[in-house]
């Protein structure tokens, strides 16, 4: 069974620098597509970045970015330039990507980001 | 207006109780999901719907039930509430064209007293 696993509960950084959050996960498929979410204060579940496993160009959005090694089965989240509004919970997601697959996200128990003023 | 919402957002109830959680979409999607999300665990599978005809239960089921009433519509059913049942509860939706992304609706909190 896959498994995803975020080991920093909380982190903290300062306004306008950068923060990398860590996520490992467990698989034995060799096709799958890895999330990073983000949880507010308001609890909605938004959507930051996506890669797929084929892909070996990190995925990029914004200020987000990804570094993802296969080998290691490793796929951190890169935030630059800090804003106030990135203070969230952080969850890392795994999904199959063959056929019949189930759709369902596997989520790592997430990270707790602070941004100071 | 949002794409998919939940109903209610928060709900007290005791132990025992019966209570029903809704989910409906606008976006037309054909794939549904109710997880639920406990701290220090992230979120869960407890039921996911393909289509109207088609129900699978997820890694948390016990103590669940599910409907699919129509395709923008997929409620969540505890028969008898119990206390570690107490979380927040997510519906998300998918599309089967772009399986890949799942939207969430707002949370619902529940607390079994």
């Known amino acids: 069974a896959q498994t995803v696993t975020q080991s920093q509960p909380e982190m903290s950084v300062q306004e306008a620098e950068t923060v990398t959050l860590s996520c490992t996960y467990d698989t034995s498929e060799s096709d799958y597509y890895l999330f990073w979410y983000k949880q507010p204060p308001s609890r909605q579940m938004i959507l930051v970045i996506r890669?797929?496993?084929?892909?070996?160009q990190n995925a990029t959005e914004n200020r987000f970015s990804v570094n993802f090694q296969k080998a290691a089965k490793s796929f951190s989240l890169k935030i630059s330039d800090s804003q106030l509004g990135d203070a969230a919970m952080y969850f890392c997601?795994?999904?199959?990507?063959?056929?019949?697959?189930?759709?369902?996200?596997?989520f790592g128990t997430g990270t707790l980001l602070a941004v100071q003023p | 207006d949002a794409d998919v919402t939940q109903t209610p957002r928060n709900r007290i109830t005791k132990t025992g109780k019966r209570i029903m959680l809704e989910c409906s979409q606008t976006?037309?999607?054909?794939?549904m999901y109710w997880y639920r999300q406990d701290p220090g665990l992230g979120l869960r599978l407890i039921y996911y719907s393909f289509d109207v005809k088609d129900i699978n239960k997820g890694e948390i089921s016990d103590g669940y039930s599910v409907s699919r009433q129509a395709q923008a519509k997929f409620s969540l059913s505890l028969e008898s509430a119990i206390p570690n049942q107490t979380a927040l509860y997510f519906c998300a939706t998918s599309d089967v064209s772009a399986p890949n992304e799942q939207f969430f609706g707002p949370g619902t909190r529940l607390t079994v007293l």
């Open positions: 976006k037309g999607h054909d794939r």
């Open positions: 997601a795994y999904r199959t990507l063959g056929g019949g697959a189930t759709n369902k996200l596997i």
């Open positions: 890669q797929e496993a084929y892909k070996q």
